[in-house]
């Protein structure tokens, strides 16, 4: 049966609420000890091995404080997103922390980072997280990402990692992005694409949906909408060695035929690049 776009956010944040509460999650946010299919256990001392496996760098991974890693993700949008000091950057499901505080380290105490998470424990780990790390330019705020607690262009660069295809309603989360960039803002964000048509049982899976499987748009679908919400320059790259660990997320399964990781970049227009009315 289809569930209704509802259903599908409280099964979603009932399944991140328990990663935040057990610190026992796989590489995109199954619980350990759920009845999960998509889950395999995850030892809270593998986090570590499971951001390297994704892209990010041994520097990176010992500067943020402990707790913010909970192995959650498909890749490195640090890698991607070129931040700059003195910039405002924000994070899309921004979990415990982990991407805003890598991103706080890159600016150095100049500009802002903002996590948005619609999770309430996520957000009072992250922020616990933000003051024994003793972040001064970082803020965590609770809300939907199709629904951005976020001023209209306010933001420089817009991250996430593994987030965007939870969410039953894209097209609204690239409208919202696009509305908060500045004029001439990007957004960098590493998620799963579908490479081929999902088969209508893993779609309707929501445990499947959970684990950042059943929710995967393929490159045209993302090309349609990322258009239709106004931005240019878009850049879609698959990461095919990216089946190496998503073959883990659903032991004895072939969902790797169908997903893999990719980069998804793009920007707004800058002012000059608008044409007025009737032009």
């Not at 910039?87 to 802002?112: C, I, M, P």
């Not at 879609?236 to 790797?256: D, L």
Request: some cysteine; hydrophobic content about 35%.
């Amino acid at each position: 049966m289809k569930k209704n776009h509802d259903e599908i956010r409280e099964a979603v944040r009932e399944n991140y609420s328990k990663v935040a509460e057990n610190s026992a999650a796989n590489n995109c946010g199954c619980v350990a000890d759920s009845d999960n299919s998509c889950c395999a256990p995850a030892p809270t001392n593998s986090f570590y091995q499971i951001s390297a496996k994704l892209g990010y760098s041994e520097n990176e991974l010992q500067t943020i404080p402990e707790g913010a890693n909970l192995g959650l993700g498909c890749g490195n949008p640090q890698a991607i997103a070129a931040i700059q000091k003195g910039e405002t950057v924000l994070d899309l499901g921004s979990g415990a922390g982990f991407d805003v505080f890598l991103a706080a380290n890159q600016l150095e105490n100049t500009g802002k980072a903002i996590g948005v998470d619609m999770t309430p424990k996520m957000i009072s780990t992250a922020r616990e997280n933000a003051r024994k790390g003793k972040y001064t330019n970082v803020e965590f705020r609770l809300g939907e990402i199709e629904y951005l607690p976020v001023a209209d262009n306010s933001v420089d660069v817009v991250i996430s990692n593994c987030v965007i295809n939870l969410s039953p309603e894209k097209q609204k989360v690239f409208n919202e992005v696009f509305r908060v960039l500045k004029p001439g803002g990007r957004i960098a964000v590493s998620d799963v694409i579908a490479t081929t048509i999902l088969p209508k049982k893993v779609k309707e899976d929501m445990a499947m949906y959970s684990s950042c499987i059943s929710g995967a748009s393929t490159i045209q679908e993302l090309e349609r909408m990322l258009t239709r919400a106004g931005f240019v320059n878009i850049k879609i790259s698959p990461k095919n060695e990216s089946k190496a660990f998503i073959r883990e997320w659903a032991p004895g399964t072939t969902i790797h035929d169908y997903i893999v990781s990719a980069t998804i970049e793009a920007s707004k227009p800058n002012l000059a690049q608008v044409s007025p009315p009737g032009v």
